[in-house]
Nanobody
Framework: QVQLVESGGGLVQAGGSLRLSCAAS????????MGWFRQAPGKEREFVAT???????DYADYVKGRFTTSRDYAKNTVYLQMNSLKPEDTAVYFC??????????????????WGQGTQVTVSS
C-alpha cells in the first residue's frame, strides 16, 4: 500500500505563504502522478493541483499564479508552495496518489491513496 504523510499546514495571515510537504512511502512509484486537494467545512473536496511523472503541472483556476507544486524524487516528496494566501483558501489540504490507468486528473475518484490532511487557516 501507499502511505502519504502531509505536513506544513498552519495559521497564516492573508497575503502570506506556506509550503506543504507530502512524503510518500510503500508501494508507490516515482513515476506516479500526485495531486493536491482541499476541503473546507461543509464543502466537497476540490481539486487544487497535480504533478505528473515528468513534472508537468496542472492547477485549478483559483490558484494559478499563486500556488506551485513540485516534487523531489530523491526524497520521494511532493510540495505545494502557496503564496498570496486568501481567507477562502482555508481548508484541510490533502495529497493523493493517482490511480494507474486512469485519465481522471481533477476528480477525487482518480486517486487511490490519500494523506491524513493538514489544516491551513488564513486569517483576515
Amino acid at each position: 500500500q501507499v502511505q502519504l504523510v502531509e505536513s506544513g499546514g498552519g495559521l497564516v495571515q492573508a497575503g502570506g505563504s506556506l509550503r506543504l510537504s507530502c512524503a510518500a512511502s510503500g508501494r508507490t512509484l516515482s513515476s506516479a502522478s500526485m495531486g493536491w486537494f482541499r476541503q473546507a467545512p461543509g464543502k466537497e473536496r476540490e481539486f487544487v493541483a497535480t504533478i505528473s511523472w515528468s513534472g508537468t503541472t496542472d492547477y485549478a483556476d483559483y490558484v494559478k499564479g499563486r500556488f506551485t507544486t513540485s516534487r523531489d524524487y530523491a526524497k520521494n516528496t511532493v510540495y505545494l508552495q502557496m503564496n498570496s494566501l486568501k481567507p477562502e483558501d482555508t481548508a484541510v489540504y490533502f495529497c493523493a496518489h493517482r490511480k494507474p490507468l486512469t485519465t481522471v486528473v481533477r476528480g477525487a475518484n482518480g486517486y487511490d491513496y490519500w494523506g491524513q490532511g493538514t489544516q491551513v487557516t488564513v486569517s483576515s
